[in-house]
């Protein structure tokens, strides 16, 4: 079986705007550096390895007592630097030296605002937390510096704040008479005593959202200890015990009190709010938080008038038609376009739309851009339905396909719903595996793949040998197959079930222990609504809805749709008031009531516990050669060959032709699997074409940026190109190696170095109780993402891979 890894799966999914708010939250990951000695017997030699296994090649050695500096330790080795040159030894034949911390030169500046105070933060973001509140004249202790950001100590915490508003000499400060000018030392947080106020129980979370686990339920009236409150919830203590509750079960008020109540004090003004109106030439997406990473709510229509409550970093808070949220502050004007003195201006027209439906015979594309060469944001199926704005040109169209907006080819769509003849059946809760075969031809040649079957058609492209393709329909000696993001024909022939494992390539393999059991990490897990796009037959109780035809009902208040006729199904998904249901069935449930079977439109809903414990399980994915390549280390180099790498990867693709020396450096420089280097570096750049990639003149410099990171807000070649320029990214090789560590800091030196622990993280889940740090809600994100890797790995002879396979506790 040829063990093989894939690259740039949905990795630009794991797209660098992910990847840069996983940095910016924990900037601090940098290990520390340790100067150590070598210790080996006399007239001996301790060996220098380009990679942590001991049959990887010897770089150099040293000798008993040579000085070394030590940049990471994991798994019984260290990472060193000796001269100019980065290599792995063994820990046990290194001694700490008697004096090994690096003094950290500092100084001393002051907190110089005009007026408030300045926030300290956890990271060098506007987007990180604020710690505290640093006020006029506070004396900082500074450790560095670098772009416009300062890290500190100040009153005993350490932290971020803005460069600009530091000061080398103590500011004066002008104080009324009587009153000191002492700085004000961070003040603690005020606390306030409240009541439940509920007609049942009331959840205390382990954070402020309904997804999160419940550490217990409140009773009406008891008392709790507020810490803080921010939109919605409070952060309190009750009976021993910290978390979160909604605000709205609080009161200042004990309920059942006898004593009188105090007059109630007067209420705080309103804020103060501005009118402005949206003025784009589409739509503009009001979202749940200021960032473009944030769920959309709805669009808005150019004109459309909006109530702004605050503007902050490029963002306005803001209400409209009953919904509050975020909306970027370029696409607001204080005039509405086309007013005139006198009638009143009449409504923006509603974007004009029209529902067709996806026609194709395995899946669709839902890209980024109307350009195969874009990403894919997700796939859709045969029957699916869309709305499609009046956008349609060069053949792709404008679509939303549930929450989701992007481009899909017009040549998939048809305004008829397939099978509109009779209901169609409910669709299993899983759908089937899609159908894989493997190019089977000499390793010097390849496969070509036609537009039509027979040899007088037209190649679209060629295929090396071991390519995985999808099997999409086979009649006589020919074969549809779909490969690599293009759709032909190949001789069936030249397809194989299985391929055997070529010569020169080294596959091992370890197991990692949990101390979970697997049917306890899926109990975890559910505790976070893992979502999937499977169909299952859905259930609303009778009492739920009022019908208003034969077939169809209004939702009468805020339900749960279930996966089963009763409440000891788990919930798909909720519906709300008002909402139209299409009744397929009925059927008398577990508890006694009459469940309704209905038809919903959700793309992506809560998956069934059976089918999260299915991806959960590694037995099901370790013997599959191509999605065991989830448990490929991402953490260790392929041991690639560079001119094998230049000539059957790199070759035509742009910037990036020739560059495998570079990969292959920043792989061994910064622990990460040069392969997905290459894979991410090839998805982000467009086969290293794009403009970011190619070259952007920034402040009189060119600059290079291969993995997209930073391009993200609206202007991603001028943001990419900015944070290229701050990194002294100013050749293509800067790029590379530099975005390496970037890439590495995210996940891969977080103990997050396999696919499948980037999905399920288990070292977190069994640490924490609960999930934390997973890349995606997908439960089948992990074994989605390796076709891609598999196939680079198939076009070279000369590699090594290594797995780590998870292994759970057994009862």
């Known amino acids: 079986m040829k063990k093989l890894v894939i690259p740039g799966f949905c990795f630009a999914v794991l797209s660098t705007t992910a990847l840069y708010q996983a940095i910016e939250a924990d900037p601090a990951s940098a290990q520390e550096i340790k100067k150590k000695v070598v210790n080996v017997r006399s007239g001996s030699s301790l060996n220098v390895r380009k990679s942590i296994n001991t049959r990887s090649p010897i770089i150099g050695k040293l000798g008993k007592g040579v000085k070394v500096t030590v940049y990471s330790e994991s798994k019984g080795w260290s990472k060193l630097k000796v001269g100019s040159s980065y290599g792995y030894v063994s820990s046990k034949y290194l001694i700490t030296l008697a004096t090994t911390a690096t003094k950290v030169a500092t100084t001393t500046k002051y907190v110089k605002v005009s007026e408030g105070s300045l926030n300290l933060r956890k990271s060098a973001s506007t987007g990180a937390s604020v710690i505290a509140k640093l006020a006029k004249g506070t004396q900082v202790t500074v450790f560095s510096e670098t772009g416009g950001w300062a890290k500190i100590n100040a009153n005993g915490k350490n932290g971020y704040v803005s460069s600009k508003y530091l000061s080398s000499s103590k500011p004066s400060n002008t104080v009324s008479k009587g009153s000191t000018s002492k700085p004000a030392a961070v003040s603690s947080s005020k606390t306030t005593t409240k009541y439940v106020k509920v007609s049942g129980a009331l959840n205390l979370r382990k954070a402020a959202t309904t997804n999160s686990a419940v550490i217990k339920t409140l009773k009406n009236g008891v008392t709790v200890t507020v810490y803080s409150e921010s939109k919605g919830w409070a952060k309190v203590k009750a009976s021993g015990s910290t978390g979160y509750v909604s605000t709205k079960y609080l009161t200042a008020t004990k309920p059942g009190s006898l004593s009188k109540p105090k007059p109630a004090p007067t209420p705080a003004p309103e804020p103060e709010t501005t009118t402005k109106y949206v003025k784009v030439s589409g739509a503009l997406n009001l979202r749940k938080g200021a960032t473009t990473k ?34 970027s502050t370029k696409y607001l004007t204080a005039t509405k376009s086309g007013s005139t003195s006198r009638p009143k201006p009449t409504p923006a027209p509603e974007t004009k739309t029209t529902t067709k439906y996806v026609k194709v015979s395995g899946a669709l594309n839902l890209r980024k851009a109307g350009t195969t060469n874009s990403a894919v944001i997700k796939t859709l199926k045969d029957g699916e339905e869309v709305t499609v704005y009046h956008s349609e040109s060069n053949g792709w169209a404008k679509v939303k396909a549930g929450s989701s907006t992007g481009y899909v080819s017009t040549k998939y769509l048809t305004t008829t719903k397939p099978g509109t003849a009779k209901p169609s059946p409910a669709p299993k809760p899983s759908e089937p595996e899609t159908v894989v075969r493997f190019v089977d031809v000499e390793a010097s040649s390849s496969l070509n793949v036609r537009s039509g079957p027979g040899t007088t058609f037209a190649v679209v492209t060629k295929l090396a040998r071991g390519t995985a393709v999808t099997l999409l329909s086979q009649s006589g000696s020919w074969s549809k197959i779909s490969a690599n993001g293009k759709t032909g024909y190949v001789s069936t022939s030249y397809l194989k079930e299985k391929l055997g494992s070529p010569d020169g390539i080294a596959v091992s393999e370890t197991g990692q222990k949990y101390n979970l059991t697997l049917d306890e990490m899926v109990k975890l897990q559910l505790g976070a609504s893992p ?55 009925q059927v008398k449930g577990s508890d006694g009531h009459i469940w309704y079977q209905v038809d919903i439109k959700d793309t992506w809903v809560n998956a069934s516990p059976e089918d999260v414990k299915y991806y959960l399980d590694p037995n099901n994915f370790k013997d599959d050669p191509v999605k065991s390549y989830q448990f490929v280390k991402l953490s260790q180099t392929a041991n690639l060959n560079t001119a094998e790498v230049n000539q059957r990867i790199l070759s035509g693709k742009g910037i990036l032709e020739g560059k495998a020396s570079s990969f292959i450096k920043a792989g061994n420089l910064y622990g990460v699997n040069d392969i997905y280097l290459i894979s991410h570096a090839l998805l982000e750049t467009g086969n290293g074409r794009s403009q970011l990639a190619t070259g952007v003149l920034y402040n009189g410099r060119t600059v290079y ?83 891609q890797i598999y196939n680079l790995y198939s076009l070279l002879n000369n590699y090594s891979i290594n797995l780590e396979i998870p292994v759970y506790k057994t009862k």
């Open 705 to 787: 940026n291969m993995y997209g990171i930073g391009a993200n807000d609206g202007n991603a070649v001028q943001n990419g190109a900015a944070y290229a320029y701050n990194a002294g990214w100013f050749t293509p090789e800067d790029a590379i190696v530099g975005g390496a560590r970037f890439i590495a800091i995210g996940y891969i030196n977080k103990k997050q170095d396999t696919i499948y622990k980037m999905r399920w993280n288990p070292s977190a889940a069994e640490a924490l109780g609960y999930p934390s740090h997973q890349y995606a809600t997908d439960i089948g994100w992990a074994s989605k993402q390796v076709r």
């Open 531 to 585: 979502q999937t796009d499977q169909k299952y037959k859905s259930y609303i109780r009778e009492d739920a809805i009022r019908m208003t035809s034969s077939i169809y009902g209004t939702v009468l208040g805020d339900w749960n749709i279930r996966g089963g006729a009763g409440t000891n199904y788990w919930k798909i998904t909720t519906v709300r008031r008002g909402e139209q249901l299409k009744v397929l069935s």
């Open 294 to 327: 944030s769920s959309v709510i709805k669009t808005l229509n150019d004109g459309e008038k909006v109530t702004v409550y605050s503007e902050s970093n490029g963002w306005a808070k803001v209400k409209v038609s009953g919904s509050t949220g975020y909306v």
